[in-house]
């Protein structure tokens, strides 16, 4: 199984995701404000897989400290913590584990301060080996909702990559095609960094799932053609009432799906709901460099003075999402996670 997050003696170990597919590249790091920029340059990337990195990083925060005391240590990582939290303001999963680091260490406030620092990295591990099991358990539920011989569109990346391991949609396709249920995965390029292209693709072809990649534009092209027969995609937030942030050009897919009448899914492990929000409106939307929308790889594709708009994510409404399926099971609507 594609591991893109592991720890490795006393460093975290992770898959350079900017490298693929080209080169298969791991980078390790020590120290937790490199694991911020890891997150922030996309290294690491997809909600799940910043989480755990993300816990990773107040491990290594800790293993930083020089403090003796208790509130001496406690400083130092609401210092990781903040900068951490300051990397990508949409994945749910980041702040989730920075707050279960947090009540983690306040919970063994009174273990010696060595003990401690490994009583951390204890939690991050259970952090990842904890979303692997999610991803499989979902991976389970998923699958009874694809049909035999299945035509399944994806979009970005929410496999092995985005994970700990296994992966969210992506672990929902494995798990299908483990049952021999699956014919086809189009895997849409995802403009503008192509994580469809680089990684989907590249996950696929890894483990022999039988796919084919097309353009963004082309979804609607092979819907009409009736070559779909449904749609999952991950997550980054999903917000009480069932509106789910992912990656740009997720609402135009859902929409189509619907005019289409093929059912669209989401897939994503319980730490990517944030009940505290009402509805989608309030999810915040990360607004990426113009650069990546105007050159690619290191070719300029638009002039140079163009401006640009480039959000990472767009939210879906829940109305238009047939069912989302995490690791406790599949939800339908009306979606109501704010108990």
């Known amino acids: ?3 893109p997050v592991r720890w ?3 460093r975290l170990v992770l898959l350079d995701q900017t490298r693929l597919p080209a080169e298969e590249v791991e980078r390790q790091y020590a120290a937790w404000s490199e694991v911020a920029e890891a997150i922030r340059s996309l290294v690491v990337r997809g909600a799940p897989a910043i989480g755990v990195a993300a816990a990773f990083g107040v491990a290594l925060a800790a293993r930083q400290s020089r403090a003796t005391t208790f509130d001496g240590l406690l400083a130092d990582l609401e210092i990781a913590m903040k900068g951490l939290a300051a990397t990508r303001p949409t994945a749910v999963n980041l702040f989730w584990a920075l707050e279960r680091m947090r009540r983690s260490c306040l919970a063994h406030r009174t273990l010696p301060v060595d003990a401690l620092k490994g009583r951390l990295l204890e939690e991050a591990q259970a952090v990842l080996e904890e979303d692997v099991a999610a991803n499989r358990a979902m991976g389970a539920h998923g699958a009874t909702l694809v049909p035999d011989r299945a035509r399944i569109l994806t979009h970005c990346n929410a496999g092995a990559l985005a994970t700990a391991g296994y992966g969210t949609a992506g672990g929902v396709i494995r798990a299908a095609h483990e049952q021999g ?8 390029e ?3 960094v192509l994580q469809g292209a680089r990684l989907t693709a590249w996950e696929c072809m890894k483990e022999g799932i039988p796919h084919r990649l097309i353009a963004d534009g082309a979804a609607a092209s ?5 070559e779909v027969d449904l749609v999952v995609t991950g997550a980054d937030r999903i917000a009480a009432n069932g509106d789910t942030a992912n990656k740009i050009g997720t609402y135009g897919l859902a929409v189509l799906a619907r005019h289409h009448g093929i059912p669209f899914y989401v897939a994503a492990p319980c730490s990517t709901i944030d009940p505290a929000l009402p509805s989608g409106d309030l999810i915040p939307i990360e607004e990426r460099g113009a650069d990546e929308v105007r050159s690619f790889a290191g070719h300029q594709t638009a002039p140079a003075a163009s401006p640009v708009f ?3 994510f767009d939210v879906t ?3 238009f999402i047939n069912a989302i399926v995490t690791e406790r099971g599949i939800f339908r609507p009306p979606y109501d996670f704010s108990r």
Do not use: F
């Open 1 to 3: 199984m594609i591991a």
């Open 190 to 192: 995802t403009r503008p």
């Open 222 to 226: 092979v819907m009409a053609r009736g």
């Open 181 to 188: 249920k699956v014919a086809l995965v189009w895997v849409d």
């Open 317 to 319: 409404p829940a109305a």
């Open 310 to 312: 480039n959000p990472a």
């Open 8 to 10: 490795e003696g006393d």
